[in-house]
């Protein structure tokens, strides 16, 4: 199901009316948080359908699904965000996730939207993200390194990613891209949950 309106503003949820969600406002009054992310926008809510096929697309190796979002990918893109000179940024996985798994999700889904793409970051290894509780989630930092600056001083960074859950990963790598000199920081995910 794609995302209709009312949405939350910051995060891009789909709600009863189109004021800041509760997870926001909390992102909002953490200090380490504050004016580090834009916005994000999603193309599709979570749903069972959704479950599905991001289990087959990310977890089973199905990447042709890719193509079959492309469309609706590209015009809830172009929707969303205005910014002519803007870069993309998949969200990386680490090295051991990336071995175990062949390709990277957000790759695939940032190629489909025909920008330029950087790959600076680095992810240091954890465990599953899904494996953590909303609390563990929130709190988490140090996810990420960066390992270039090029391209990134100035500029509007868009992040990619496969979902935004607690929009603990998103935040964390706007902070260090914003550390790293970027004008402004957004993401753009294919499912908000």
């Not at 969600?21 to 599709?44: A, G, T």
């Not at 996730?97 to 790759?107: A, D, H, I, M, T």
């Amino acid at each position: 199901m794609k995302i209709q309106q009312p949405i939350c503003p910051t995060c891009g949820r789909a709600q009863s009316n189109d004021h800041l969600c509760l997870d926001c406002s909390i992102w909002k009054n953490r200090s380490d948080s504050h004016q580090v992310l834009e916005k994000n926008r999603s193309v599709y809510a979570y749903n069972d359908l959704m479950k599905d096929v991001l289990t087959r697309f990310k977890f089973r190796g199905d990447t042709a699904l890719a193509e079959l979002f492309k469309r609706d990918v590209q015009a809830a893109f172009k929707r969303s965000f205005s910014f002519k000179e803007s870069v993309l940024i998949p969200i990386p996985l680490s090295n051991d996730r990336l071995k175990e798994r062949g390709f990277n999700q957000s790759v695939i889904l940032a190629s489909l939207i025909g920008q330029p793409i950087l790959q600076p970051l680095v992810k240091v290894h954890q465990s599953k993200q899904s494996k953590k509780k909303k609390h563990e989630r929130l709190h988490q930092k140090g996810m990420f390194q960066i390992k270039q600056t090029d391209g990134i001083v100035q500029r509007n960074i868009i992040l990619i990613d496969d979902i935004y859950t607690t929009g603990a990963t998103i935040y964390d790598a706007a902070r260090i891209l914003k550390e790293a000199g970027a004008k402004s920081v957004s993401s753009f995910t294919l499912i908000r949950s």
